[in-house]
């Protein structure tokens, strides 16, 4: 079985010459892997085309565009990012001054999942970058066109010795895991997660954790429905709910359940057209035991829009599913496709009991034109993160960390978020050496009673 001791010998003697800590290597490192997507941008499509049916508008958005934007926001902010933050002292050390310092942890390990092959994998990579490090990644072996690619685009233009892509399945992650990296990011799911914290806890290893679940999506009877229903249905039915925080399903009060749900299906049909397995733009289910797994949540509840699939295409029509209750299998376990099922409520009391008996989700979305209730749900439920009044936007903005809480995950990216999570925060105290004040030595005057006055 191959070992991965040399490739991460290679990085560590490389890290170890302190050429990536250097601002100038690492602005030209995110320059050009940002030249490098923009040239692969055609090839990149066409893998995300063969391997999930990604249209081009969609590999844009959510996976070039998203990374392009990334690289151009660390790029610009990345000179002050990495300036030693200058904090307060307190009177107790007068004389001297105090720092953190950002220092990168080494050489970081990154596992992405198949659902955005690309931006998965990459987004982390600009933080790591960003942040001096070097890298190892392993795309997901269940989009193997844009792994190919992933790992042609990056070897073009970094030697192996400052980042690597190494492709492979659950075994090379296992062999990658039985290194000591210094730190670990990976996305995926929480079974997964859990496994690659236990081989981290071997090495006493830092990571984050990009996880997913079951993120609730919550229509209150004062919502904006209309726009509601326009929101949820593309969250949901973008990439065929293959999104980690898509709604993964709704409750919705009953007194507009009848109306919403109607607006939900014209809304769909209006993004997707009325017949959506004929629209070869809609994003496919990334393998044959996926279908197999969604088509079976269509044997319980009552199908109120969608249900069919194409299996020779591994295609599901935007599906909604109502009469759906918590013992059902579709409320068992994350969805991850394109099927919405449906809870009603009448009080929010019944919406949080619901939530809570479940682990902390990723994401939560509230619709509701009543701050009262929006500040209610904001406080009485612990999630990732979210939107008032939207679906999945909050993601894209450089300005808001994003990650999980308890089972969805731990840590947070994107933005200064991704730099810092791929720093360690180094305090550092610079002692004057004018003078010495003699408090804190034991052979001082009264020196207990001296310095009760500043500890108290
Ligand atoms: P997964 O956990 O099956 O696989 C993720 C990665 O881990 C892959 O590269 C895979 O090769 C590797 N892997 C799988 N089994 C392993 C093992 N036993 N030991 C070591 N490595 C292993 O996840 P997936 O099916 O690729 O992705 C879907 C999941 O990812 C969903 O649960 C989704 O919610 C989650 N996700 C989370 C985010 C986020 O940002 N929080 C984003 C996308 C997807």
Request: hydrophobic residues 40%.
């Amino acid at each position: 079985m191959e070992t991965y001791n040399s490739l991460l010998t290679k990085q560590q003697f490389f890290f170890r010459t302190e050429t990536t800590k250097d601002i100038a290597f690492r602005l030209e490192a995110l320059q050009k892997l940002r030249t490098a997507i923009k040239t692969n941008e055609k090839v990149l499509m066409e893998a995300l085309r063969a391997d999930l049916n990604k249209s081009e508008f969609d590999a844009y958005t959510s996976e070039i565009g998203f990374v392009l934007e990334e690289l151009r926001f660390t790029i610009k902010h990345l000179q002050s990012w990495v300036k030693p933050k200058k904090v307060k002292t307190p009177v107790t050390h007068i004389g001297s001054n105090s720092y953190i310092y950002s220092e990168p942890y080494g050489v970081a390990l990154i596992i992405a999942p198949w659902n955005y092959p690309f931006q998965l994998a990459i987004a982390p990579l600009i933080g790591a970058i960003a942040a001096g490090n070097c890298a190892v990644i392993k795309p997901s072996e269940l989009t193997p066109k844009t792994s190919e690619i992933l790992e042609k685009l990056i070897g073009d233009i970094f030697p192996e010795e400052y980042i690597s892509v190494i492709q492979g399945g659950v075994e090379t992650s296992q062999a990658l895991l039985d290194e000591k990296f210094d730190y670990i990011f990976f996305t995926g799911s929480v079974p997964v997660g859990k496994l690659i914290m236990e081989a981290a806890a071997k090495n006493l290893t830092p990571l984050t954790l990009e996880l997913g679940g079951k993120s609730p999506c919550i229509v209150h009877k004062d919502a904006n429905i209309k726009l509601a229903a326009k929101r949820i249905a593309w969250g949901k039915f973008t990439n065929a709910g293959q999104t980690c925080i898509a709604p993964d399903y709704l409750y919705v009060h009953q007194s507009i359940k009848d109306q919403f749900l109607q607006q939900l299906k014209e809304a769909t049909i209006e993004l997707y057209g009325q017949k959506p397995l004929d629209n070869m733009n809609f994003t496919r289910i990334v393998s044959e035991r996926h279908f197999q797994r969604l088509c079976s949540f269509l044997d319980h509840g009552k199908l109120y829009m969608g249900g069919g699939g194409n299996q020779e295409r591994l295609t599901i029509e935007p599906t909604v599913l109502t009469n759906v209750t918590w013992e059902d299998p579709i409320m068992q376990d994350e969805i991850f496709g394109p099927i919405l099922p449906v809870l009603q409520y009448n009080e929010l009391s019944e919406v949080f009991t619901g939530i809570h008996r479940h682990p902390k989700p990723l994401a939560l979305y509230i619709f509701t034109e009543n701050p009262t209730v929006q500040q209610k749900v904001l406080t009485s439920v612990s999630f990732g993160g979210g939107c008032v009044n939207d679906t999945v936007y909050h993601f894209v903005s450089p300005y808001l960390p994003f990650g999980g809480v308890g089972n969805s995950g731990i840590g947070a990216y994107h933005g200064k978020g991704n730099f810092n999570t791929f720093s360690h925060q180094k305090s550092v105290l610079k002692q004057t050496t004018l003078f010495d004040i003699p408090f804190r030595y034991p052979n001082v005057k009264n020196g207990l009673k001296k310095i009760k006055l500043f500890m108290k």
